[in-house]
């Protein structure tokens, strides 16, 4: 009985012990995302207010959307 008991409590901590580095590896997970997402956004602001120019120079308002990473624009005039 004893060696039961002994082999359900190993069982046990060796569960406990997988799902704590489950949770480690997603949260790594989710932070590699986080820095992948900054560095990419990053790289594309700079492209973005690129167009932003180009665009209102040939008529186009370009005003942020509510959300920050989503760009909306409103046609005013276009000249060709």
Known sequence: ????????????T??????DLC???????GLI???ETEE????TDPQIE????RLTVRGVTVR?????THRMLELS???R
């Open 14 to 19: 060796a569960k406990m012990h997988y799902l």
């Open 64 to 68: 942020p959307h509510d959300s920050s």
């Open 23 to 29: 949770a480690r590896e997603h949260q790594l997970m």
């Open 50 to 53: 690129g167009c932003n120019d």
């Open 77 to 79: 005039r276009i000249t």
């Open 40 to 43: 990419l956004c990053s790289e």
């Open 1 to 12: 009985m004893l060696d039961f008991s002994r082999i359900t409590r190993q069982t046990i």
């Open 33 to 35: 995302v986080k820095d």
